[in-house]
């Protein structure tokens, strides 16, 4: 039976990606992991929430009273939106070491209700939301994130998605400073971005950082280790109240992901390339994308 988990304590932070219908979502997250998760077919579906962590295990779906069921890739259309609260996929991605990424559908799809993903908002620690560049930040982005608690929308970050939709400096620069005022105080961080170019800048890393992705992840690194700080920090809480309880094992690594990785850091020798899990990586470039040395 799956409960709503609020405590952070011994798991890895949750982090979903949201926003509007085809804001960048679902290619945040394969630009994140460096594969796609899903067959391409399916992006057109509509998909209750993806949950994704480490791992090889089998996909399988969560009902409403936490029933699970196995799930093939190739059928994710038969999955039953209405009666599927999570749909559960892993992959060995050097992301997903750190922490779980969460694909929520659009919010204001009017193929489905909101039901199917505000169920899934209390599992959550912090979002990526989407917003269209040439739309950006709708009243109906700013109604759902009015309700979000704001110990999560500290943690999270606005990305401004598609901004190479934007053709001048005098727009882009308007579109960001209006976002900013409209937001203020109600996410972490603000990040112009255009998710296509990062994609394609493979391992030209001034192309990445030109692309607005750079800026973007070295805060979701630190995001993240801010994350993973409170969650270590009550485990050291429970262990002084229980004096002959041994510390626990840590369960969050404090390895940084290769494709994502602190740019200050000393850099270190270059890590084996992730071993091949089967997964299609059609146009997202493997192995590092920031420079570390
Ligand atoms: N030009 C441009 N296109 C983008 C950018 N980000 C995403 N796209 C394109 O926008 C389309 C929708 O992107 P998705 O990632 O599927 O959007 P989504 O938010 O997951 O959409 P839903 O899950 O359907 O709500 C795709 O064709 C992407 O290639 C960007 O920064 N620039
Ligand atoms: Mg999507």
Redesign the pocket.
């Known amino acids: 039976m799956m409960t709503a988990d609020t405590s952070l304590r011994g798991r890895k932070p949750r982090v979903a990606l949201m926003?509007e219908?085809?804001?960048?979502?679902?290619?945040?997250s394969n630009l994140l992991m460096g594969a796609r998760p899903l067959p391409e077919k399916v992006?057109a579906t509509r998909l209750s929430p993806v949950w994704i962590s480490y791992g090889d295990d089998a996909p399988y779906r969560v009902d409403m009273d936490g029933t699970t069921e196995p799930v093939s890739l190739e059928q994710l259309e038969g999955i039953p939106v209405d009666e599927t609260r999570v749909i559960r996929l892993f992959m060995q991605s050097d992301i997903l070491q750190v922490c779980d990424l969460i694909?929520f559908?659009?919010i204001s799809?009017p193929n489905m209700a909101s039901t199917v993903w505000e169920r899934m908002l209390s599992e959550v620690d912090a979002v990526i939301w989407?917003t269209h560049a040439t739309q950006a930040w709708r009243q109906s982005e700013a109604a759902v994130w009015e309700t979000m608690p704001q110990a999560v929308r500290d943690n999270s970050i606005l990305l401004i998605?598609?901004?190479?939709?934007l053709i001048n400096d005098r727009d882009r620069l308007r579109v960001l400073k209006r976002v900013k005022r409209e937001t203020a105080g109600q996410f972490g961080a603000v990040f112009p971005?255009?998710?296509?170019q990062a994609i394609q800048a493979g391992e030209d890393y001034e192309l990445w950082d030109a692309s607005g992705a750079g800026p973007f992840t070295q805060h979701l690194i630190d995001s993240i280790e801010t994350l993973q700080d409170l969650s270590s920090r009550t485990d050291e809480a429970l262990y002084n109240y229980a004096d002959d309880t041994p510390i626990p094992a840590p369960v969050v690594t404090p390895v940084m992901p290769r494709r994502v990785q602190r740019q200050t850091d000393t850099p270190r020798p270059a890590r084996p390339a992730t071993p091949d899990d089967g997964n299609p990586t059609p146009d997202a470039p493997s192995g590092q994308i920031i420079r570390t040395s």
């Open positions: 926003g219908f085809s804001a960048g979502k679902s290619t945040l992006t694909d559908p659009g799809d989407c998605t598609r901004y190479d939709k971005v255009s998710l296509l």
